[in-house]
DNA sequence: AACCCGGTATGAAATGCCTCACAGCGGGAG
DNA sequence: CTCCCGCTGTGAGGCATTTCATACCGGGTT
């Protein structure tokens, strides 16, 4: 691979040259994960971070009772597994492949050592960090002052965000995601999306054909996920 | 101030010499907060970090209505106000002084050459992250999985680690905590709480007088912390 | 003392969400 | 083609929590 196509793929790696590309080559390993594999496993020993060049996966923490939390769905330029890297704690989450994926893994002594020498690489990682932290945080924060029907709408205008494709004045989410995974995301029942997203339809907010959703009027969209359900 | 007495206080430092010391020494700011004063507020701009000294803060999200999630209570030794310094975001959170504290401030400039010039404190504030990023993710899951009882007898356990002070078999949280903040912690109302601890207290888990909380059969509140309300 | 205020205590009524139960539908496997 | 399985759709009933209302208590203030 050459180095303007992995920098097209991997923001981290956006200021690189030559040299140090060649050195960075060696410690990279491709790694192929057909869809529905799973990466690793939440508890599992972890000493290496992945790329993701291709792909999705989706990362979960699991109940011990069978359900799942879906913390996110992450894709192609984004950071995987790093956690693990930095205190050296078992893995935080389950990381499945919802479709075809390739990753490249870097193992800790390399990132480590290419931090050492690239403080870029430093400051991105803390960049991502720091993302992270305020994604969760929002969402603790939303379960806690959001009722179902506000979580429902913000979370599809997310989506709309990182997977939508505009079309006309509509944005289409490029993703199948299922009923069963919006409810894993918000933290509800399968049988309450389901009815939320009836709602929404019926006020002809979102339209969904063929296990994509639709966003018609994102501005009502976005009043329906600032609703606080106890003024 | 000597070096030893920071790094003492400041874990963040352990392992600078003296030399170095004298050029960090510069770029601390010593502040003074009472108690109940805020440090600032979400949504601020922030390009400075807070290494608590003395006292106890805590980390706050308020609702449009009124409410307030509090993520943490931290102390001395702590680090604060990280992420507006590593995104460039405004601040992601209120934080208030509990009790008279005093923090050294540090500057993101400063702070960037600090981890430019030494690695370790790079490895520290990584690791910092990643525990914060754990810790969010765990409290999220606890709200989907866990009913009240077991959230709360999970977070009296929490704050017993934390702020426990052994005595005899049982440990006695060092900390006034209200009602209200334990409601704030754990995303119930106050009278939840109330309900929930007397049933701790009748089955003789927990005992409190004067504001503090004492656990009496930490195996017991361990159970509980476990039980899943969807078998 | 009289007062207020924030915290605690408790019960009754309201409700949002979940559980359960069942039915239809489409696509992949055999 | 048919069977099966996972996804969707929907209603009835139940339950955990919230909401609301009310009372008490102790400490600080005037």
Redesign the interface.
């Known amino acids: 691979m050459s180095l303007e196509k992995l920098q097209l793929k991997i923001p981290l790696f956006a200021g690189f040259g030559s040299s140090e590309f060649k050195s960075l080559e060696k410690c990279l390993v491709r790694r192929r994960y057909p869809g529905g594999q799973t990466l690793f496993h939440m508890g599992d020993e972890g000493g290496s971070l992945h790329l993701i060049e291709r792909g999705r996966v989706k990362v979960t ?1 699991p ?3 069978g ?1 799942e ?1 879906i ?1 996110a769905i992450r894709g192609a330029g984004d950071i995987l597994g ?2 693990s890297l ?2 050296g ?1 078992p893995r ?2 389950t990381v499945q492949a919802l479709e075809e994926t390739e990753t490249l893994c870097l193992h800790r002594e390399d990132l ?1 050592a290419l ?2 020498n690239h ?1 870029d690489v ?2 991105k ?3 991502v ?6 994604e ?6 939303d ?3 959001l009722d179902i029907t506000s979580r429902l709408a913000k979370k599809i205008l997310d989506l709309g965000d990182t997977f939508g494709i505009r079309e006309g004045g509509q944005v289409r989410i490029g993703v199948k995601i299922t009923q069963k995974d919006l409810a894993s995301m918000i ?1 509800a029942t399968r049988e309450s999306i389901n009815k939320q997203l009836k709602v929404l339809r019926d006020q002809g907010l979102v339209r969904f054909s063929g296990g994509t959703i639709e966003i018609l009027k994102r501005e009502r969209l976005v009043q329906k996920a ?1 609703i ?1 359900p ?2």
Do not use: N, Q, W
């Open positions: 923490i109940s011990s009772s359900e939390l913390l790093e956690l930095f205190d704690k935080s989450a480590l931090m050492r403080f430093v400051e990682i803390l960049e960090l720091a993302r992270r932290i305020r969760t945080d929002m969402l603790l924060a379960r806690d002052f933290g600032r606080f106890k003024p």
